[in-house]
């Protein structure tokens, strides 16, 4: 939370965050780190506890931001995320999985917990009292959402990859992106719906 600047990062797992925190840490007013619950707070969880403090203790009202990554690449990032060795025979490894398989995986209703990690479009989703992202950017729009920060700031900021996984990005099925298109239209359909810098 930035207090001059009256804005709060809201931290979506796998958009680039942690660079965002590294670099604004300085100037940040509160930081969360832990539990992962609060410290990757969704729209409601900020709802619920966090805006009510700013508002009745604060006596401010915030502005929010958020980044959202393409959804494929997003799921992407989660499986080589959980490739890693150290979670090697852990339920949440991917080792022994294709990215086709865990895509499939998280579609389910029972999702195992390898493939349990959540919905972008659930965690921006606005609340019925109006709270929302008010500046949504994609991961991907370096430009956008950097030239943001630089305006809200007032000054240059280095950003520097931070919590990236190695290797090249999985490739997924045309038949199962398809399905995961059909399957959950909701992830796209709030991607493309966010504007862009170019």
């Given amino acids: 939370m930035f207090w001059k600047e009256k804005l709060v990062l809201l931290s979506v797992p796998k958009t680039g965050t942690t660079a965002i925190e590294a670099a604004l840490a300085h100037k940040a007013s509160m930081i969360v780190s832990d539990p992962p619950e609060l410290k990757h707070a969704p729209v409601y969880r900020y709802n619920r506890f966090f805006r009510p403090m700013f508002e009745k203790a ?3 009202e915030m502005e929010t931001f958020a980044m959202m990554r393409e959804p494929i690449s997003w799921l992407g990032s989660w499986y080589k995320y959980r490739q890693r060795p150290f979670l090697d025979g852990s339920p949440n490894s991917t080792a022994q999985v294709s ?3 865990f895509v499939l995986a998280y ?12 919905s972008q479009a659930r965690f921006l989703e606005p609340r019925p009292n109006g709270t929302k992202i008010n500046y949504l950017f994609r991961y991907e729009d370096v430009d956008g959402w950097r ?15 931070l919590n990236v996984s190695s290797g090249p990005a999985p490739e997924l099925s ?3 992106e398809q399905r995961f298109r059909r399957k959950m239209p909701e992830e796209f359909e709030l991607w493309d719906s966010i504007q862009t810098s170019s």
């Fill in 107 to 118: 579609m389910r209703g029972d999702t195992p917990p390898f493939a349990n990690v959540g």
């Fill in 58 to 60: 604060c006596k401010a």
């Fill in 147 to 161: 030239g943001f920060l630089q305006d809200r700031f007032a000054q240059e900021i280095t950003f520097d990859r």
């Fill in 174 to 176: 045309q038949k199962t």
């Fill in 99 to 101: 990215f086709d398989e």
